[in-house]
C-alpha cells in the first residue's frame, strides 16, 4: 500500500510547493523559505527519528541521505530537496542498528540515528574503502560518549555479515 505523505497546509505567501521522494514514497508539501530539511522530517511529516544536535553542520546527528549522500539535513534548506530522494533512519532495516548495540555504541542514542544513516551508506557502497578508512567516512558523525572504536566495529561487522571483503579501507582505525 503506498505511504503517499502529504502535508499540506495551504500555501502561504511566499511558500513554494515540493514534491520529492521520501524513504521510496512520494511526498508533497508547502514550504517556506526558511524551513530546513530537518524541520519538516521531524515536525511535518512524522519522521522523529532524525535528531537536531548542534544545528550548525558539525555533529551529524541529523544526517539523512539525499540522492544517495549522506547530508546535515539541519543545513539544506527544505525547497532543494524537491525532485530529489530523501532516507531517514526510518527507511532502514531495524536488524541493522543489532551491529551497533551489540558494539555498545548506543549510549545516550543522540548520535545514533546519524550514525547508522552514514554507515548505511557506507556499507552500500564497500568501495569507498578502496580508498577511505570507516574512520574518515565517518568523521561527519561526532559521538561523545562511544570513543568511535564500537562505531566502526560495528560497520566491520555489517560488512561481513553481508559477505562484503572491503578491501584496505575497511581496517578500524
Ligand atoms: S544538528 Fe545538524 S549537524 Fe548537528
Ligand atoms: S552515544 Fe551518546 S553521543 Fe553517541
Not at 61 to 76: I, K
Not at 100 to 127: D, F, K, L, M, N
Not at 129 to 134: F, M, P
Request: with cysteine.
Amino acid at each position: 500500500m503506498s505511504q503517499r505523505k502529504t502535508a499540506g497546509r495551504g500555501a502561504a505567501a511566499g511558500e513554494l510547493r515540493i514534491s520529492f521522494t521520501l524513504n521510496g514514497e512520494p511526498a508533497t508539501l508547502e514550504v517556506s523559505p526558511s524551513e530546513r530539511l530537518l524541520d519538516i522530517l521531524r515536525y511535518r511529516l512524522g519522521l522523529p527519528g532524525t535528531k537536531e544536535g548542534c544545528a550548525e553542520g558539525e555533529c551529524g546527528a541529523c544526517t539523512v541521505l539525499l540522492d544517495g549522500l549522506p547530508v546535515d539535513s539541519c543545513l539544506v534548506p527544505a525547497y532543494q530537496v524537491r525532485g530529489r530522494r530523501v532516507e531517514t533512519i526510518e527507511a532502514l532495516d531495524p536488524a541493522d542498528m543489532a551491529h551497533y548495540h551489540a558494539r555498545g555504541t548506543t549510549q545516550c542514542g543522540a548520535c545514533t540515528p546519524g550514525v547508522v544513516v552514514t554507515a548505511s551508506w557506507i556499507v552500500r557502497h564497500p568501495e569507498l574503502l578502496e580508498t577511505h578508512s570507516i574512520r574518515d567516512l565517518m568523521a561527519g558523525n561526532l559521538c561523545r560518549c562511544t570513543g568511535y572504536d564500537g562505531i566502526i566495529e560495528g560497520v566491520v561487522d555489517e560488512l561481513e555479515e553481508r559477505g562484503g571483503s572491503a578491501g584496505p579501507g575497511a581496517h578500524r582505525s
